[in-house]
């Protein structure tokens, strides 16, 4: 980090300080004043600001607002606005921990807990510990609780702050997930506009003592960097987000993911894909008109994965006029219902094999008014996909 933080301020939906800390003594209680009338707008409107605004008087505030309380840093050096604001979120996770939710009141009824994490959680005006799973081993809610001096566990005096000593399991197991979302912008013409894969990789730890991990990627980067043909399987990671236990120093030497877990449930990376992808489930939609009152739906989704997976919980939404009425639905699979409060057909279908296999719902419906308005009819398609590859 550039620079290191002068002040930490927690004021209320007015304004008013309910929380100071001061860790260089070169600003005073009136910055956070100052800041709330000079730098927001009379309304008290923070979102039409930006998270990081500088002062004249050469302070610098970083701030966010999490309910009815705004966390506020001054500083008077160059600081890491990314890191700071960052850090603010984590005070947020930290406080949730501790107090369930962060709020004016519970900050009014826990403040000696209060300035005990903000000391521990930053030093000198520098980031330090911002783990609520280390900060409560000795960090009690209780203060009858702190009359027993404690050892510091080691994580805190320990490189790796994110992770405590001593822990033993009789079944040392690791879980790997990898959860990706598909983006899909598609034009009235059935021609994709823009597509993108937004992934991450969830992982929970059971392991005993400081185990080193490992965990390789077939990036094409990698491969291109090793004089390797990529052969169509390696894929190019865009906007990667590691998680802190993972050394990048590594990962840019030679693409290796090397990391010292946390105990428990953490998310190691999430990463996008800016790569063209058809849509998993086409769906098309053709409306025949019989008269003035009554037309016919007849709605068509056909799979594009392969046979072997199958999409579970699939939801396709048709919308129609708000005044149409008897529905007479009919489904090659699954059901589909008419919702009067979504204006809307809802077309379930638990499970959906691959491999090209299309299935039809007709809908024949009376309605009140002229439905020329339906020759440009949309369908909406909500995938609640689980893909589940067979052995």
Not at 104 to 121: I, K
Not at 233 to 261: G, W, Y
């Amino acid at each position: 980090m550039a620079g290191a933080v002068s002040a930490l301020f927690l004021l209320d939906i007015k304004g008013r300080v309910l929380v100071w800390r001061d860790y260089r003594g070169d600003v005073s209680a009136l910055q956070a004043e100052r800041f709330f009338t000079k730098l927001l707008d009379k309304e008290g409107d923070s979102e039409a600001h930006s998270p990081v605004v500088y002062d004249d008087a050469g302070v610098t505030y970083m701030f966010i607002q999490h309910n009815n309380v705004f966390l506020l840093t001054a500083s008077r050096q160059n600081c890491n606005a990314a890191s700071i604001l960052l850090f603010l979120h984590r005070v947020v996770d930290v406080f949730k921990h501790y107090f369930e939710e962060l709020e004016e009141e519970s900050l009014r009824d826990n403040f000696v807990v209060v300035y005990e994490l903000l000391d521990e959680m930053m030093d000198f005006g520098y980031p330090q510990y911002t783990e609520a799973k280390i900060l409560s081993e000795f960090i009690k809610t209780d203060a009858y609780r702190m009359e027993v001096s404690q050892r510091p566990p080691m994580a805190v005096t320990n490189a790796v702050s994110w992770r405590s000593e001593g822990i033993r399991y009789k079944k040392n197991e690791v879980f790997l997930d990898v959860v990706e979302s598909v983006n899909i912008l598609v034009n009235s013409n059935g021609q994709i506009v823009r597509s993108d894969v937004v992934g991450a990789l969830k992982m929970r730890t059971y392991l005993s003592g400081m185990p080193e991990c490992k965990l390789g990627l077939n990036d094409r980067v990698l491969l291109e960097a090793q004089g390797r043909a990529t052969k169509g399987k390696a894929i190019d990671l865009d906007d990667i987000k590691f998680h802190q236990c993972v050394r990048l120093a590594r990962f840019e030497n030679d693409r290796t993911i090397s990391f010292v877990p946390p105990d428990g449930s953490f998310d190691l990376m999430t990463y996008r894909l800016s790569t063209q992808v058809k849509p998993l489930i086409w769906v098309e939609a053709q409306v025949e008109k019989h008269s003035r009152s009554r037309i016919e739906l007849m709605v068509k989704a056909r799979s594009q994965f392969k046979e072997r997976s199958t999409a579970t919980n699939v939801e396709i939404e048709v919308p129609v006029p708000s005044d149409a009425t008897n529905p007479n639905i009919r489904t090659s699979m699954g059901s589909a219902a008419y919702a009067p409060e979504r204006d809307a057909m809802v077309w379930k279908v638990k499970s959906f094999p691959g491999g090209k296999v299309s299935i039809k719902l007709r809908c024949d419906e009376t309605i009140c008014f002229d439905l020329m308005l339906l020759r440009s009819v949309l369908i909406y398609v909500v995938f609640l996909l689980g893909i589940h590859v067979q052995s």
